[in-house]
């Protein structure tokens, strides 16, 4: 087996036969994501030669990006499950950008309320969030907030301004998150009196 490392055959790789090619000397010999898909290696692969968790595939530089590949988002969840995947690949507010309104959202079985949760303190990526499900063919505008808590919602940071912005009315966020007057205020929906 030919293996690349960086756009150049790491000789020391190229030379190792195919059954001595294990998880391990991949990842001591410095061979990346890129290599390693470069090299046909997919996730099943992967596992066969020694890799025993989806946070595995981490260490040689995959990441929630790789997820919009819905070839490698199955074989992924295929090798370690769903479960694994979640937890490895969804970490940040970047990762929960990477997925939103993908193929890769419903096959992970993730709510939008756990990847607004990646978002908290992150405004900008929980409006990325909501504007990419809000995409989505199927699904009626300024929805996705359903069944969002309001906790989840005011810790993302994002505020009355942005949230009228992607179609939330104060009716719209009361109704999908069950936000009390209290919930709404500290959102910035408030009575605006003129005098």
Known sequence: MRAVASGAVLPEVAEVEDRELTFEYILAHGVRALDVAAAGLGPLALKQRGANYAHDLRKLGFSALHLACPEFAHELVLAFG??????????????AVSVAGSSVFGLLDVGVESLLELCAGSPSDAKEVLKQLDRQAARVPAT??????AKVLLDTGLRHQTLRELGYSLTRVAEQTGASSEELLKLGFGLKFRS
């Open 82 to 95: 769903a479960d694994q995947v979640v937890s490895a690949f969804l970490i940040s507010p970047c990762d």
């Open 144 to 149: 996705a907030l359903q069944g969002v808590s």
